[in-house]
């Protein structure tokens, strides 16, 4: 199985920057694109940016220029780097991780979600 465990959100004033951190643990034996979703109340998660496992990225329009996203593969962790916050950027974030791993002595795909970390700014 695996398992993401979330961390760095919190509050923050317009202008500030936060530092979000998803990291992977388990039976895991590759994990190829790593993601980060945003959700507000009533609506569907959204992608702020992913990136594969060979380092490209990419970004929705509200973030570029002010998120940077990044993997540390020997930790099995994607980060997102968020400058320059907007009170707009209030959701929470989710990380969604896909790759392989053991099971029951086969490789098996996964793709799993974080248990989400509130991001607030205020104005």
């Known amino acids: 199985q695996v398992h993401l465990v979330e961390s760095g959100g919190g509050l923050v004033q317009a202008g500030g920057s936060l530092r979000l951190s998803c990291a992977a643990s388990?039976?895991?034996?590759?994990?190829?694109?790593m993601e980060w979703y945003y959700q507000t109340p009533g609506k569907q998660r959204e992608l702020v940016a992913d990136?594969?496992?060979?380092?490209?990225?990419r970004y929705a329009d509200s973030a570029k220029g002010r998120f940077t996203i990044s993997r540390d593969n020997a930790k099995n962790t994607v980060y997102l780097q968020m400058n320059s916050l907007e009170p707009e950027d209030t959701a929470v974030y989710y990380c969604?991780?896909?790759?392989?791993?053991?099971?029951?002595?086969?490789?098996?795909?996964?793709?799993?979600w974080g248990q989400g970390t509130q991001v607030t700014v205020s104005s």
């Open positions: 388990g039976t895991i034996f590759s994990i190829n694109r």
């Open positions: 990136i594969t496992n060979g380092g490209s990225t």
């Open positions: 969604l991780v896909h790759g392989r791993y053991y099971s029951g002595g086969t490789l098996a795909n996964f793709a799993s």
